[in-house]
């Protein structure tokens, strides 16, 4: 059964430095999906991409954010300049052509700001 | 401000018991509704999507929607010390694609063998 995979598993960087987590969604999908769990907290939704642009996004996705489709398959998120409040968990999700917005999510990165 | 609402719990039950959990959301314009199951650190894993009022049934789930009462159940039968886990539900307003899921904190549900 198809998945969507993400890269790396855990991250652990410094404050102030940049980070990109990547994904590969499910292969005939065509919308894609960031969103972030904080600890304890629930799953936010960050940012959809669709058509090689994004589509929306939340309030939560600042200029500190950008996504790009790279390649056909890939997908990334980065974080240009991380801060203490951005560990999380990151999770990708992807939705096919169907209309049934139904999102697969990946296992997601985990990412630690020091 | 689109808020999906869930009792934290925990709500405990007996195994073979039927576990009953609820969800309700304030924007009567939603049009999607969706159950995920967390597992501890893992990602979200969907269970059962509903789109119109009524119930929808899949082996052991049955999800229910009320969208008079902005309402969202998910029964569990038979439960199993596997199905522990947090319960999310996860509502979209305009549907179509490319919108984003506002989720609920979840319900951690756990099965007493």
């Known amino acids: 059964e198809p998945e969507v995979t993400q890269t790396p598993s855990h991250q652990v960087t410094q404050m102030g430095q940049e980070v990109i987590l990547r994904c590969v969604p499910i292969?005939?999908?065509?919308?894609f999906y960031w969103y972030r769990q904080i600890l304890g907290q629930k799953v936010e939704f960050l940012v959809s991409?669709?058509?090689?642009?994004?589509?929306?996004k939340s309030e939560i996705f600042d200029d500190q954010f950008s996504v790009e489709r790279p390649d056909g398959s890939n997908f990334t998120l980065k974080i240009r300049s991380t801060k203490l409040e951005d560990s999380a968990m990151y999770f990708c999700?992807?939705?096919?052509?169907?209309?049934?917005?139904?999102?697969?999510f990946g296992p997601g990165t985990r990412l630690t700001v020091l | 401000q689109k808020e999906v609402e869930q009792n934290s719990g925990p709500l405990s039950v007996p195994e073979g018991a039927i576990a009953s959990l609820n969800c309700t959301y304030s924007d009567r314009g939603s049009q999607s509704f969706f159950w995920y199951r967390q597992y501890s650190g893992k990602s979200p894993e969907l269970i059962m999507s509903i789109y119109s009022n009524g119930d929808k049934e899949d082996g052991r789930f049955t999800a229910q929607l009320n969208k008079a009462s902005q309402y969202v159940s998910l029964l569990i039968r038979d439960s199993q010390p596997s199905d522990s886990a947090t319960y999310l539900c996860?509502?979209?307003?305009?549907?179509?694609?490319?919108?984003?899921?506002?989720f609920g904190k979840g319900t951690h549900l756990i099965i007493q063998p």
């Open positions: 991409f669709y058509n090689n642009e994004i589509s929306e």
């Open positions: 996860a509502v979209i307003y305009s549907g179509g694609g490319a919108d984003g899921l506002t």
């Open positions: 999700a992807s939705e096919d052509r169907g209309g049934t917005d139904t999102q697969y």
């Open positions: 292969s005939n999908h065509l919308y």
